[in-house]
């Protein structure tokens, strides 16, 4: 991941078409990678959920159908994603135990045991492939002064149908009450409810790290409970 991130910044940043920290040096070798970036310090973390989404839009449609081409050493849908299932269905009763568990997240979390690999799949099958960001949640965004977002943390930087970006930016970060408003501002995504249940998954095991009961895990329960509903509804 660390030396993907390297990639990024060497061979898409300069070209990407939504704005990153600049770089100043990106360096790979035996002993590590080494990325040294623009300091944001000055700008303000999180941005406009409905901004983000159209800038991943805007990042989606640039490199639809090309970014495998120019660069074929990005992560391709499908690689890793038999760890995740096994990662999932290991963690899941630690996660079931949870006293903050609504019932119909906990029925989320039990329908994914045995079928998170295949719900990964989908990112491959949802879309076109394009450059995805990978962990596009609002904690990997950044506002200036101005208003302008850049987003961070590339080292997950993959191929694959944009809409999964969406769908982890939903999932991780945004208000269940803002979500129709988030989706209108990404636009068109009749594939969302394909990618879901791989966003859940991670949600899921994003939560088996926050304290019980915790503001935070309140959060999360929200999110995931909204993705439950969205799922049933079809």
Do not use: K
């Not at 590590?32 to 989404?53: H, I, K």
């Not at 930087?157 to 944009?162: I, K, T």
């Not at 970006?165 to 009749?190: C, F, K, M, N, R």
């Amino acid at each position: 991941m660390f030396a993907s991130e390297v990639r990024f910044y060497r061979e898409i940043a300069p070209v990407v078409g939504v704005r990153v920290p600049a770089c100043f040096v990106a360096e790979a070798s035996p002993n590590g990678t080494r990325l040294v970036l623009e300091d944001l310090a000055t700008w303000s973390p999180f941005a406009d959920p409905r901004a983000v989404a159209a800038e991943l839009a805007r990042l989606h449609r640039r490199w639809e159908g090309d970014a495998m081409r120019r660069w074929p050493w990005l992560r391709r849908p499908g690689l890793g994603d038999e760890l995740i299932g096994n990662l999932f269905d290991r963690t899941w009763p630690q996660v079931a135990a949870r006293t903050d568990l609504t019932p119909e997240v906990h029925a989320l979390g039990e329908a994914l045991v045995g079928q998170v690999e295949a719900a990964e799949l989908a990112e491959g099958t949802a879309g076109p492939l394009t450059l995805c960001h990978g962990d596009a949640s609002l904690r990997n965004v950044f506002s200036s002064p101005s208003g302008e977002i850049a987003f961070v943390d590339w080292e997950d930087v993959r191929c694959g149908a944009g809409v999964a970006d969406l769908a982890w930016l939903l999932v991780s970060s945004v208000t269940p009450t803002e979500w129709d408003d988030v989706i209108g501002a990404y636009g068109p995504a009749p594939r969302l409810n394909d990618v879901l249940p791989a966003a859940a998954a991670q949600g899921l095991l994003s939560l088996a790290h926050v304290a019980d009961g915790s503001p935070d895990a309140a959060g999360w329960v929200a999110r995931l409970a909204v993705t439950s509903r969205r799922l049933s509804a079809g």
